[in-house]
């Protein structure tokens, strides 16, 4: 009982969907691979499902030139033993709540049976997550989340009222477009456009955690809308450039710590430091100002001019503190 | 490039490549000394064939690098999972997987020997009962085949967990496998539910998120079992050092299991156990962990559990380490800088993300946190946050405090304080 086992791989998945339909052709087999499998599948998968030397004798061919598959039935679809002992393990998971009420999650859990959950929470330590997460069981979280995830699901229009970052009341008309969960966080929140007059005038981000009241519209967004533009319209204008050194085994603890930004590197052979280019979102620029600061004088931001001017100022502030403190005592 | 696929058996080699394309992002064949030409371009065809719209190449004097730039906070699957879906397997093993299910479709029980001879008459498909024996046990222990013992003899049916329909009965569900599939733990155990069915997640995107997570997750049922059956684990530790210096044994490690340590600032996950030989809890990372193996059970779990949980609650990440050598016993205190007026956020953070250390109100404007913890080192990365608030530091061993007021003056000069280190 594995994950990596071969009945949850492409090539497998690929063949089961073919055999959905008694009968199929040629084209349809290569479609299908080069749309469901990786970017060579199509080099090597086709042939073993269309007839000839190599196939594997799941189709025949029939007399018309089509594919006939030599089962009977389409593919069975059924959970496996590792699936459900997962599901056993999501069970015990307050986030599941999010998703299903308290009979759901009741008919869920006699389905599974006696199977062993994968896993218990436990067996898991997080040993820098922020401790003001959101509560999943609270009554109004839970009602604001099914809301806003059934607004992101119909594009609906709310009316919300939340509390910002820094404390002020606010309100408007949103459209929500997706949910965002930071396991650092352990919080939701939406992306969403605020609408005026029924036109995106900006984009933002929503904790839910922070919403006080919704109201349904009733209305539904029609304007397409998409996730790159969204995207676009929060990255910052350049990349935070970093020197990093490999004193401190720096350059493996940084691409570790920032693995998960969209970013270029390039090493200089004869120093052995990376420069690396960060793209990241301009809300989230004190984030990650604060994040580089704590590699001290490992690394070093190059730019741009402003991000490096905050850096310079905070140490100048701090070099201060420590010869102030040094001349009391 | 003959004798190419885009299948693997060994999961482990490919997690070696993929790890090191996707986290230093400008390596060139020569930096994988360890391995052939072919084993490098075999391995780098596959990571494009399957990451093919994240694969990014650069052009040097040393040659073309290859990496992996995904910004993972902005897409809607883990393109890692491609990894697991990638086992080899015979022509036997496909056969068999559609032919036994449809056999078995109508859900009567039948024989191995009925079945082997339906094989035959019904599909034209000639199998040993050997053969079909074994596939029926691997499904068995899978799950997707029921056996039933009736007499002397062993009947086969199928499972009648059909996946479809817990999408179509359970309100939520289909939402909840969305979420649940992107992340943590074992997020590809959702995703692969979701493929079986040819759905996706189009409702979450995950910040902070580490994607690379879940070519270590191979390692966790084995540490996990361990864990619960109270035994010890074996495993191999190769650190990015020793394996790019092409040590293929690496260092061999026994020890009890505790508990996974996940960090979600740093992005490295951890093993925490007990070492015998040596009378003492550390952390193991699991990115440099391969093929764990359970043991014996370790007799006095129980009271070793106990006494690492209270360990546990003087670790500010997962050192419990430096106390043992330096010998210093005294909490480090720091006083931190906040307007109260103007940056209650600042206080908001601080309580937020002192995990085991205490914060009190010690002056206008100024906070105290007291860190009795075994490595101030793992504090001081976290304070280094805060510069610009940080007042006084206290306690804790001298070389850490050194090394605080020499990396600021180090950094001063270098974004032009007193004297520009670096910048003309």
């Not at chain 1, 308290?102 to 401790?131: A, C, M, N, Q």
């Not at chain 1, 965002?180 to 939406?190: C, L, M, T, V």
């Not at chain 1, 009241?213 to 533009?229: A, C, H, K, L, Y």
């Not at chain 2, 390596?27 to 990571?47: N, W």
């Amino acid at each position: 009982m594995n994950i990596f086992s071969e009945i949850y791989g492409t090539y497998f998945r690929i063949a089961a969907k073919l055999l959905e339909k008694e009968v199929t052709d040629d084209k349809t087999v290569r479609d299908t691979v080069q749309r469901e499998g990786f970017r060579d599948s199509v080099l090597f998968l086709p042939q073993k499902l269309i007839p000839g030397d190599e196939d594997w004798g799941l189709f025949s061919r029939t007399s018309d030139g089509k594919l006939k598959r030599i089962t009977n039935y389409p593919p069975v679809k059924v959970l496996t033993k590792l699936q459900k002992m997962w599901l056993k393990a999501k069970l015990a998971d307050p986030r599941i709540r999010l998703f299903m009420d308290d009979d759901t999650i009741s008919e869920l859990e006699k389905r599974l049976g006696d199977v062993s959950p994968l896993y218990s929470r436990e067996h898991f330590g997080f040993t820098d997550r922020f401790s003001d997460s959101d509560d999943y069981l609270s009554s109004s979280y839970i009602k604001h989340f099914r809301m806003v995830l059934e607004a992101v699901k119909k594009r609906k229009i709310l009316y919300i009222d939340f509390v910002s970052g820094h404390g002020r009341r606010m309100g408007g008309k949103f459209v929500l477009l997706k949910l965002e969960y930071s396991p650092k966080n352990d919080k939701f929140r939406a992306y969403c456009y605020l609408l005026k007059n029924d036109r995106i005038k900006s984009s933002g981000i929503i904790n839910i955690g922070r919403i006080t009241n919704i109201i349904d519209t009733g209305r539904t967004f029609r304007t397409p809308v998409s996730m790159e533009e969204y995207f676009l319209s929060r990255k910052c204008s350049s990349p935070a450039v970093i020197r990093v050194t490999p004193a401190r085994n720096g350059v493996e603890r940084f691409m570790l710590e920032f693995a998960s930004y969209e970013k270029h590197t390039v090493r200089d052979l004869v120093s052995g430091e990376y420069t690396v280019e960060l793209w990241y979102d301009e809300q989230d620029e004190t984030e990650l100002l604060i994040r580089l600061l704590s590699f001290g004088p490992v690394i070093e931001i190059m730019g741009p001019p402003h991000l490096r001017q905050m850096a310079k100022e905070r140490i100048q502030r701090q070099a201060e503190l420590i010869g102030k403190y040094r001349k009391e005592n | 490039m003959a004798g190419f696929s885009e299948l693997i058996k060994n999961f482990d080699k490919t997690r070696d490549y993929v790890r090191d394309f996707f986290i230093y992002g400008c390596k060139v064949r020569s930096d994988f000394g360890r391995k052939s030409i072919r084993t490098y371009g075999d391995e780098k065809r596959r990571a494009e064939s399957w990451m093919s719209e994240y694969m990014r190449y650069d052009d040097s004097v040393r040659g073309r690098s290859v990496s992996i730039s995904v910004d993972s906070g902005h897409i809607s699957e883990n393109p890692l999972y491609n990894a697991y879906y990638s086992r080899s397997f015979t022509d036997n093993d496909i056969r068999l997987h559609f032919l036994i299910t449809d056999v078995l479709h109508d859900g009567q029980k039948r024989t191995l020997k009925d079945i082997t001879d339906l094989l035959n008459t019904d599909y034209g498909q000639l199998f040993d009962e050997q053969t079909v024996r074994n596939k029926l046990k691997e499904y068995t222990d899978e799950g997707i085949i029921i056996s039933e013992k009736q007499g002397k003899t062993l009947y086969y049916s199928l499972s009648q967990d059909d996946a479809e329909c817990y999408f179509n009965d359970l309100a939520g569900f289909d939402e909840a496998m969305q979420f649940f599939s992107e992340t943590q733990h074992f997020g590809i155990i959702g995703n692969s539910i979701l493929k079986m069915l040819g759905r996706k997640n189009e409702l979450f995107f995950i910040k902070h998120n580490y994607i690379i997570h879940t070519l270590e997750d191979i390692l966790l049922p084995e540490l996990l079992a361990a864990m619960d059956e109270k035994r010890y684990v074996s495993f191999r530790t190769f650190s990015a050092k020793r394996r790019n210096e092409g040590d293929v044994l690496g260092t061999e490690n026994q020890v009890v299991p505790m508990k996974i340590l996940v960090s979600v600032q740093t992005g490295r996950r951890y093993l925490a156990a007990y070492i015998p030989g040596l009378n003492r809890f550390t952390a193991f990372r699991l990115d440099y962990m391969k093929t764990a193996k359970k043991g014996s059970v370790y007799e006095d779990y129980d009271s070793l559990k106990a006494k690492f949980d209270r360990n546990m609650s003087r670790c500010f990440g997962v050192s419990f380490g430096m106390r043992r050598e330096t010998g210093t016993v005294t909490p480090m205190k720091i006083v931190f800088f906040a307007d109260e007026k103007k940056e209650p956020y600042i206080i908001e953070r601080l309580e937020r993300e002192k995990r085991c250390c205490t914060l009190e109100r010690t002056g206008e404007n100024l906070y105290t946190l007291t860190a009795d913890v075994f490595d101030p080192n793992e504090l001081m990365h976290w304070a280094k946050t805060f510069i610009g608030r940080i007042v006084r530091i206290e306690g804790g061993a001298d070389s850490v405090r050194e090394r605080f007021c020499s990396d600021i003056a180090r950094m001063n000069r270098m974004y032009g304080g007193d004297e520009n280190e670096h910048i003309q």
